[in-house]
C-alpha cells in the first residue's frame, strides 16, 4: 500500500477551479515499469512519483506519457512537500534544476520556456468566444486558446485542449503560461478553466515563475501492483 495525496492545485479566488493532482511522496515504492500504469489508472491530468524526499527528484505523468517538466504538478509537489515539513529549495524533475518558493498563500515554480511542449497559441476576439469553445480542435495537439480579459492590467481568460495526452481540457496548465507569458514577453494572470487562477513573472535569464494556490481535497491508501 501506498499513500496517494490528491491535490487541486491553482485554485481560484473563489475557491473554484483547481487542476486534480496525485502525488505519492514515497514514489520509489513503485517500479518504473509500473508508473506510467498508474497513471493512466488514476486519470487525473498529472500523477507525481517524489522519488527522493531530500533531493526532490521525482517524475511526472499523464494518463498517456511522461513529461519532463510540467507547471502544476510541480507547484502541488512544492506544496506538499512543504506541509510535510520537507524544507527543500528545489525539485528535480527529468528536465532540470526547478526553484520552488512557498508564501503564505502561493507557491511558486520557476521553469523555463524550452522546457514546455509544443504549444499552438491561438488568440480570441473575447472572453466569450473562449467560452463558447466545445472541445478540442481538429489538428491541434496542444492547443492553448486565449483572449485579453483586461489588457492593460495583464488578465487573460484561457482554456487549453491536449487530446495526445488523452486530457480532454486541461483545467490550469502551469507549463503553458511559462511558455505563454515568454511567447507574449508579458507577465500575466490567467484565468482558466472553470475558475483556476494561475499567476507567472518573468526573469531576466529567460525562465519563468508560476504560482497559485493548492488545497488538499483528500489522501487516501492505494494499492500498489494493479
Not at 514514489?27 to 517524489?50: K, W
Not at 506541509?83 to 511558486?108: C, F
Request: proline fraction near 7%; charged fraction near 20%.
Amino acid at each position: 500500500m501506498s499513500t496517494l495525496h490528491v491535490l487541486k492545485v491553482f485554485v481560484g479566488e473563489d475557491g473554484r477551479g483547481g487542476n486534480p493532482l496525485g502525488v505519492f511522496l514515497d514514489g520509489a515504492n513503485f517500479p518504473p515499469d509500473q508508473r506510467q500504469a498508474v497513471a493512466t489508472d488514476l486519470n487525473y491530468s498529472e500523477t507525481v512519483f517524489v522519488d527522493d524526499l531530500t533531493t526532490g527528484t521525482l517524475q511526472i505523468f499523464t494518463p498517456a506519457a511522461e513529461l519532463p517538466f510540467a507547471g502544476h504538478p510541480l507547484v502541488g509537489t512544492a506544496w506538499l512537500l512543504h506541509q510535510e515539513g520537507h524544507a527543500l529549495n528545489a525539485l528535480r524533475p527529468p528536465a532540470g534544476l526547478v526553484p520552488i518558493r512557498v508564501d503564505s498563500d502561493t507557491t511558486w515554480i520557476r521553469g523555463r520556456p524550452e522546457w514546455s511542449p509544443k504549444i499552438q497559441f491561438l488568440q480570441h476576439t473575447s472572453p466569450e468566444e473562449i467560452n463558447a469553445l466545445t472541445g478540442p480542435l481538429d489538428g491541434v495537439g496542444f492547443a492553448y486558446c486565449w483572449a485579453w480579459e483586461d489588457e492593460p492590467d495583464g488578465r487573460v481568460r484561457v482554456r487549453v485542449f491536449v487530446p495526445e495526452h488523452n486530457i480532454e481540457e486541461d483545467e490550469a496548465t502551469g507549463s503553458g503560461a511559462v511558455a505563454f507569458a515568454a511567447h507574449i514577453e508579458r507577465a500575466v494572470t490567467v484565468n482558466q478553466g472553470v475558475g483556476s487562477l494561475i499567476m507567472t513573472r518573468l526573469h531576466d535569464d529567460g525562465a519563468v515563475s508560476v504560482g497559485g494556490a493548492v488545497k488538499l481535497a483528500e489522501s487516501r491508501e492505494y494499492m500498489i501492483g494493479i
